[in-house]
């Protein structure tokens, strides 16, 4: 088993920054990818980015040149660096982690992240 903390998201003005991160416990030699989803009131849950263990990253249109997917493997901690934020970009984030023998995710809790002004 796998569990995965994020950090607590927050209110942020458009245009502005908001650093998430989430730690792996567990058997995390279970786990290559790790990623960041958001689901916003009324929608499906959505791809941000995803990065696996020897840092090969995947974004989303909708945040690629905004947002940032980076990954300590010593700290067993991915981050979510995001940049010009916009309404639209208001979530629950979630944390997610592969497992290597099935591919099947492991999840957070979920963070939310309001961006208004």
């Known amino acids: 088993q796998v569990q995965l903390v994020e950090s607590r998201g927050g209110l942020v003005q458009p245009g502005g920054s908001l650093r998430l991160s989430c730690a792996a416990s567990?058997?995390?030699?279970?786990?290559?990818?790790m990623g960041w989803y958001r689901q916003a009131p009324g929608k499906e849950r959505e791809l941000c980015a995803t990065i696996t263990r020897g840092g090969s990253t995947n974004y989303a249109d909708y945040v690629k040149g905004r947002f940032t997917i980076s990954r300590d493997n010593a700290k067993n901690t991915v981050y979510l660096q995001m940049n010009s934020l916009k309404p639209e970009d208001t979530a629950v984030y979630y944390c997610?982690?592969?497992?290597?023998?099935?591919?099947?995710?492991?999840w957070g809790q979920g963070t939310q992240v309001t961006v208004s002004s």
């Open positions: 567990g058997n995390i030699f279970s786990i290559n990818a």
């Open positions: 997610n982690a592969v497992q290597i023998a099935n591919g099947l995710p492991y």
